[in-house]
């Protein structure tokens, strides 16, 4: 393993790292940014819904930019606009300047989101092993830093800007610096034989549509955690107001613990292997959850939800690679469209169900659609077959036919 993958390997861990704590920083601290400028509560989801829509929008502008500027340099410029629009959202003062902040930070979300997962799909190519789940675990502790970060602000009562300029002044020049030694898909002799043969590749959406699925349900699952773990508890469990902040730290450490060591699970057993367990113990957090008769059985729900989930985006994003090696970035662009997508509707969602059903029987939908997974674990396999049992997959030349028709 040469230098220059090392180096490349650490550099992109820590724009994870960076992205996990900006955006921790964000989310975390919207009670203080809807005091700030006025934000009514019938106002706020509009806001919040703004951010996921440009950042699709941002995923989908870097598909095509992937095809005249390198990854690397994308990530290279979008990392800082992300840090510098969160000291817009805590410097401002008026409702326009949060809306301007607030579009920035979402469309460069989406372009660095997508550089970022192209570069982490090459880097495993070039390795040759997986280590996509890696990357995803230094996000995972960048918003356990964030989020700890978010508390000290808001236990200290400083202003926005106060908590988001020291941040911004150490990462801004961190990243800047690291990113001297990203490393670009064609920095490197390609480590399996399938990139060059899949030279020329289209991405086919229906081969791509499963992937897109499971990407859904995941952020479904995730941000059913993050909006309503905390209201779950206390409202229907009968915690404390205290005790129902403890669900959501539980399940990002639980993320971490099961992203850092979820590379050699992958290694040992297969993504198949993986993506399924992952689904199954997902699924039965879920059901514990609903189940619960009380505080510390539903947070016993909410860490199994952590160790299960935490595996099926970043396996997503590899499989995609593996599908198309000779379109990855395009198929992770696309594909990270889906990650937003399953974010706009999970909170909604469950908080339709609640208000109309009960919020233990909502707990059960995201459950379902995690099973869903099940159905579709094949397309995580090293050598996906798009065609089921027994079909001859199709030559390169034929996979470039049609273009992105269905």
């Not at 982490?120 to 996509?132: D, E, F, K, P």
């Not at 060591?261 to 699924?283: E, N, S």
Request: with cysteine.
């Amino acid at each position: 393993m040469t230098d220059v993958l090392r180096r490349g390997r650490a550099s992109l861990a820590f724009s994870f790292l960076v992205q996990g704590v900006a955006f921790a920083l964000l989310v975390t601290r919207i009670p203080a940014i809807q005091d700030r400028y006025g934000v009514s509560d019938a106002l706020l989801p509009a806001f919040l819904a703004a951010v996921p829509i440009l950042a699709g929008v941002g995923s989908v502008t870097t598909e095509r930019l992937v095809k005249r500027v390198r990854p690397s340099r994308l990530l290279r410029w979008s990392q800082p606009v992300v840090l510098l629009a969160l000291l817009g959202v805590g410097a401002g003062e008026r409702m326009v300047e949060l809306g301007v902040a607030l579009a920035a930070f979402g469309l460069a979300v989406g372009v660095l989101d997508a550089s970022m997962n192209m570069l982490g799909v090459s880097l495993q190519r070039s390795y040759g092993r997986s280590i996509m789940l890696s990357f995803h675990a230094a996000y995972s502790l960048g918003g356990i830093v964030g989020a700890s970060l978010a508390w000290v602000g808001a236990h200290w009562d400083l202003a926005l800007w106060v908590s988001y300029l020291p941040v911004v002044a150490v990462l801004l020049p961190a990243v800047l610096v690291g990113s001297r030694w990203y490393v670009d898909d064609g920095d490197v002799a390609p480590a399996v034989e399938e990139k060059a043969a899949g030279e020329g590749q289209a991405v086919v959406f229906k081969w791509l549509l499963p992937l897109c699925l499971v990407m859904t349900v995941a952020y479904i699952g995730d941000s059913t955690v993050s909006n309503w773990s905390a209201k779950y508890l206390q409202d229907v469990l009968g915690s404390s107001e205290q005790m129902a902040t403890v669900p959501y730290n539980v399940y990002m450490v639980t993320t971490l613990l099961g992203r850092a060591i979820g590379d050699l699970g992958v290694r040992r057993f297969g993504a198949v292997a993986v993506v399924r367990g992952g689904a199954l113990v997902a699924a039965g957090g879920f059901a514990v959850v609903a189940a619960a008769p009380g505080a510390w059985v539903g947070m016993l729900g909410f860490t199994l939800l952590g160790l299960g989930l935490c595996v099926l985006v970043p396996q997503t994003f590899a499989a995609a690679g593996r599908l198309f090696p000779g379109a990855s970035d395009a198929a992770v662009a696309r594909l990270n469209v889906f990650n937003y997508m399953g974010f706009l509707i999970g909170s909604p969602l469950v908080g339709a169900l609640g208000d109309l059903w009960s919020y233990r029987g909502a707990m059960l939908v995201p459950m379902v659609l995690v099973l869903v997974t099940l159905v579709y674990a094949r397309s995580f396999a090293a050598q996906p077959d798009r065609y089921g049992g027994g079909h001859e997959r199709p030559r390169t030349a034929d996979v470039g036919r049609g273009s992105n028709g269905l």
